[in-house]
Structures are given as C-alpha cells and as structure tokens.
C-alpha cells in the first residue's frame, strides 16, 4: 500500500491534481453549505408568502438581477481581463480595480433610475399600491449597493486563488441572511422585509471583504486612464448585449407580469427558485476555471484543449442533473408546498432552462475572460430572432408553452456562443508566431 502511496505522489502530476482537489472541495464544500443556506431561505419564503406577495417579490428580486447587469455592463469583464495582464503586481492591480469601482458607481445611478421606474410599473400593473412599491424598491437598495462592490473585490483574490477566505466570508454572510430572514418573515411575511434581510448582512461581508482583496491590490489607487479607455471598449461591446440579455434571460417573467396571471408569476418564481440550486456549479467555474483560462498564455493548443474539456464536462454535468431531476421531481415539488403540486414536468424543463444557460453563460464569460466578445449586432440579432420564432411556434400563455419556449431560445444561445469560442481559437495567433 505504501509502494502504491509512494508512486501515486511521484508521478508529475501528483501536486496539480492535489491542488486542484484542494480547490474544489474549499470551493465546493462552501458553496454547497451556501446554497443550502439560501435554498432553505427561500423555501421557506415560498411556504410563508402568499401566491400573490410571493408573485410580487419575484418581480422585486428579478428587477434586482436587471439593475446589477445595467451597474455593471461588462465592467467586471474588463476588470478581469485587465487584472489578468498585471495580476502579480499590486500597484497596478489595485489601480485596475480602482478604474472599475468609479465607473461602477457610475453606472449604478442611471441603473437606479431606469429599472427603478420599471418596477414600480409593473407592480403597480400587478395589482401592489403606489407606496408599497415604492417601499420595495427601497428596499432594494441596500442589497444593489452591496453588489456593487463584492463583485470587483473578489477579482484579486480569485486571479490569486486565495479562495478559502472567499468562501468564509460568504459563508458568513449567508448565515446572516438566515438568522435575519426566518424570524422577521415568520412575524412580517412581506416583500420590503424578506429583501432586507438579504442586503444587511452582504453590507457588512463586504467590509471582511475589502480587506482581503487590500492583501493582493494597493488600495487607494488613481483612476487608470488607459486602462478605463480599455475597460470601456470592452463595456461598449458587452453593454447592448447585456441590456438586451435583461430582456432575453428574464423573458419569461416579463411576459407573464404583462399578460399571465398573478399564480403563474409565482409558480415561475417558485420553481426558478429549485433551478437557482445550480448556480453552485456557475459560481464553481467562475471562481476556479474562469480566472485560471483568463491567466493563459495565448498558445492555441492549450486554449483549445482546454475549451472543449470545460464544454464537455458542462453538458455532462448538466445531462446528470436533469436525470436526478426527473427521477426526484414528485419529492422536490413536496419542498415548495401545496400552492404549487403538480408541477412535476414544468420542474424538469425550468432544470434543463437552467442547466442551457449555465453553459451558454460559462462559454460566454469564458470569452470575455480573453477580451473575446462577439459583435453586439449578431448577438442581439440571432437571440431576438429566436425569440420572435420561439413566439409563433410555441403557446408562451401557459406555463408550460412557456417554458418549452425558453429552451429553445437557451439552446440557440448555447449554440452561438460555443460556436464563437472555437472560432476565436481558430482565428488565434500564438504568442511565439507574433513575434516571428
């Protein structure tokens, strides 16, 4: 046993594959604990809310998602790419994160203001009162502001792999949204509190958190005025397509805030909540595989082998799940209570919605990883192209039609953005070929 022990540890792979192990099981083991925090938070809101309030607070929580992609529009993208040139250097790391910060905040007042309006209306149009709507969207607030700034300071320790100490701190702040959530819903089972008590303890993570990024970047660092030129570039091609994704990724709540019933709103929600489980593995790649593919050298071999093994251990990954899915589907429906029985076959196809765009996002997070990032134009065309297809050819009024409707349009993304990514690679120079 211990001639095989010693042979497995002298074989030249032996301390990637140790570290990667390590890696994983920090990454995995938190995010797992993480995602069981927040999976019972939200059962538990589920079971406490009313269909109508619970309709409401998923109108309020996908309006957040939107107001987070307009603050951001590519920045984290850019950051991410530039931070991956200097990542070894603090001064010039911590000036890179510096330019993001400024033009975040930015980008964050006019977020504000347009999706802020556009939520009032539509709760408005979903029957809440003029002042419980506004009460929402303040309270939205804290939880926007705390996004702000967590995404951008977990850029540095993540080029750097100091992924234990990530993990903590989200861990930490998750157990604080559950101490905070499961009282104040049991006594007061409305929207404005339930969102609160999200947002207060991500404020006080992200304090934890500055200080773990401050180990790897200089702080208080100028704005870089190369460097936002460079960050802006890529926001002017990612922006469109961000904005447009807004639309495209949450179509199904828009729709059916505009012309479904209230019950179908929160059925949506309920069971997007199931399929929000699956973020582990986009959190999983983003915090491991993304900024490791981001460091690469520009040697096309290794970029593509590398592609095609991440691909293919997505779509594996994904065929897995949605087996389990539909083997547990009556067992998992039981979680979110009776206003939501039977609905076993729309649980299977939200999973396999879930599991198209994780790997539509992954590719495409991938690319923008390189500074690789389609033209606005063809992005936006081929995905509204799909949609206004998907529109004619399936029932988008029901819940099922729905839902068939959005696997369609995630497959055509899937199919866009893999097919991108090989011919960005095909089109690729080495960096030894450059300079001959």
Known sequence: MKDKFSKLKAHPKYNNWM????????????????????FGCGIF??????????????????????????????????????????WQEKEKLGAVISTGMNLRKRFAIGSILVAGTVLIYLLMHNNASWYYSLLILLSLIPVFYAN???????????????????????????????????????????????IIATGIPRIIANFKLKKISNKFTASNQ????????????????????????????????????????????????????????????????????VPRYSRLQNIKKELFDKMIKIQLLLFSISFVIVFFTWLFSAQ???????NYKNLDSELVLTVIIFCLNIISTI??????????????VINIGINLLSIVLGAFIFDIITLKGILIFNIATSAVLVLMHGGYSYLRLYQLKDIKNIYE
């Open 148 to 194: 702000l700034s967590d995404s951008l300071l977990e850029v540095a320790p993540k080029l750097h792999q100091d992924i234990k100490p990530l993990q903590k701190n989200q861990v930490m702040a998750n157990i604080g949204r559950l101490l905070l959530t499961i009282p104040s819903v049991f006594f007061i089972p409305i929207t404005p509190i339930a």
């Open 19 to 38: 570290q990667w192990g390590k890696l994983i099981s920090i990454t995995g083991g938190a995010q797992v604990l993480i995602q069981i925090i927040g």
């Open 222 to 289: 100028k704005e870089d005025i190369q460097i936002k030129k460079n960050i802006l570039h890529m926001v002017k091609r990612i922006l469109p397509v961000e904005v447009y994704n807004i639309f495209s990724t949450n179509i199904t709540v828009w729709i059916l805030s505009i012309v479904g019933a209230t019950s179908s709103i929160a059925q949506v929600g309920a069971l997007f909540r199931i399929g929000a489980v699956l973020s582990l593995f986009n959190i999983l790649f983003n915090t491991i595989i």
């Open 363 to 376: 590719i495409y997070t991938l690319c923008r990883s390189r500074g690789w990032v389609i033209n606005p």
């Open 332 to 338: 998992i429906i039981w979680l979110l209570g009776d």
């Open 45 to 86: 809101i589920i079971r406490y809310f009313s269909i109508a309030e619970y309709a409401i607070y998923t109108l309020a929580n996908t309006m957040l998602g939107a107001m987070n992609i307009l603050a951001d529009g590519g920045i984290v993208s850019g950051v991410i790419a530039e931070g991956g040139k200097v």
